[in-house]
């Protein structure tokens, strides 16, 4: 598969797993935007790898929807946002308003990360979040964008 001439959006691309796949974007030649809360960071990190950026906050459902409206088709969607504030929430905002943007043979991907599968002493709120998203992502989530995409 190539990614020549694609446009690929990676929120929480900021840093590790997120970055990866936004760097592997760009070297298959996607047009990759870097999308997270912290401005200053994804600008950093889009500036090394031949991207843009974009500030969007993954909490708030009416700032996804907005950022959707404001930006053209995305052929591809990766969700690796790691903190479980924006994990649950901005993964079905994802799918609820960027669907609509995708074009047939179009992908939206989440990644949960591995404390879904190792939880850590202190942090189950984060682990319930995670593992909540490799649970319903399929079931729900998904559901959700085949629907939007066979309407739009």
């Not at 996607?30 to 950093?44: G, N, T």
């Not at 969007?56 to 504030?85: L, P, Y």
């Amino acid at each position: 598969m190539t990614l020549k001439d694609k446009r690929a959006l990676v929120i929480g691309g900021g840093s590790g797993t997120g970055l990866g796949v936004a760097r592997g974007a760009a070297r298959e030649g996607a047009d990759v935007l870097i999308a997270s809360r912290d401005a200053e960071k994804i600008a950093a990190a889009a500036k090394n790898i031949g991207a843009t950026s974009a500030a969007i906050d993954m909490r708030d459902e009416n700032n996804v929807k907005q950022f959707f409206k404001d930006n053209s088709a995305f052929d591809h969607i990766a969700f690796t946002a790691g903190d479980w504030e924006s994990l649950m929430p901005g993964a079905v905002a994802v799918a609820k308003h960027g669907a609509t943007k995708l074009p047939p043979g179009g992908s939206y991907t989440i990644t949960n990360g591995m404390l879904a599968h190792r939880p850590m002493k202190g942090m189950p709120t984060v682990a319930a979040s995670a593992s909540a998203v490799g649970i319903g992502a399929p079931a729900g989530v998904f559901r959700a964008l085949n629907g939007a995409l066979e309407s739009a």
